[in-house]
């Protein structure tokens, strides 16, 4: 079945930095990927929508300066997190939707920490 | 817009038993689509069933089912048989049927039900 690789699945970094998730479609074509973000023991909340060659779409209150996507290929999106505080500690989980309308992909989630 | 409602935040089952989560919806559009999802330990999100709105036949896989009424706007979960494996939160979500609409193609997750199952 269809397959969506996330990376790193954890990661540390000191305030201030900035970190870069991974999304790569294995054996299918993402033409839209989506950005959640889930706090512990909560639903996973849309930060935003890709679809590839196109800008992003970020849901209200999400900052496009400090989340920024990139889709630039059918198989690979980005999420970089820039000048990353604690607030921003978080699991942050991509999803894939190929040319199947309702096939959607998850990766695995990165559970990020910001010190 | 669209809004998912689990009300159940915890549930329990002995194993071997049956189980029914409940889950209902708000829209005011005629084409959409339903999901569950499963989110185990692992946090791994996984398809469990989906219902297409259009359809009056309840979506079965295994020994997963699903009670949708969509004039009450209730797409609840039954569990026959529950496992061990099973223990995990469950997501319920919706999607427009039209790509073009404001919603677009997101998915709009519920709160979730956490399900613990007793052996």
């Known amino acids: 079945g269809a397959v969506v690789s996330q990376h790193p699945s954890r990661v540390i970094c000191k305030s201030g930095t900035s970190v870069k998730i991974e999304c790569r479609s294995l054996?299918?074509?993402?033409?839209?990927m989506f950005w959640y973000r889930q706090f512990p023991k909560q639903s996973l909340m849309l930060m935003a929508t890709?679809?590839?060659?196109?800008?992003?779409?970020?849901e209200q209150g999400v900052e496009k300066d400090k989340f920024l996507i990139n889709h630039a290929s059918l198989t690979l999106s980005t999420l970089t997190v820039t000048s990353a505080h604690p607030e921003d500690s978080s699991f942050y989980i991509c999803?894939?939707?190929?040319?199947?309308?309702?096939?959607?992909?998850f990766g695995s989630g990165t559970r990020l920490t910001v010190v | 817009a669209q809004t998912v409602t689990q009300s159940q935040p915890e549930m329990s089952v002995q194993e071997a038993e049956t189980v029914t989560l409940s889950c209902t919806y708000d829209?005011?559009?005629?084409?959409?689509?339903l999901f569950w999802y499963k989110q185990p330990p692992s946090r791994q999100m996984i398809l469990v069933i989906r219902?297409?709105?259009?359809?009056?036949q309840n979506a079965t896989e295994n020994r997963f089912s699903v009670n949708f009424q969509k004039a009450a706007k209730s797409f609840s979960l039954k569990i026959s048989d529950s496992q061990l494996g099973d223990a995990a939160m469950y997501f319920c979500?919706?999607?427009?049927?039209?790509?073009?609409?404001?919603?677009?193609?997101?998915?709009?997750f519920g709160e979730g039900t956490q399900l613990t199952v007793n052996p």
């Open positions: 999803s894939a939707r190929g040319w199947d309308k309702n096939g959607y992909t």
């Open positions: 054996d299918f074509q993402a033409t839209t």
């Open positions: 979500a919706y999607r427009s049927g039209f790509d073009s609409s404001a919603s677009g193609s997101r998915l709009t």
């Open positions: 219902q297409e709105a259009y359809k009056q």
């Open positions: 829209t005011s559009e005629s084409d959409y689509y």
């Open positions: 890709s679809n590839e060659g196109s800008k992003a779409t970020y």
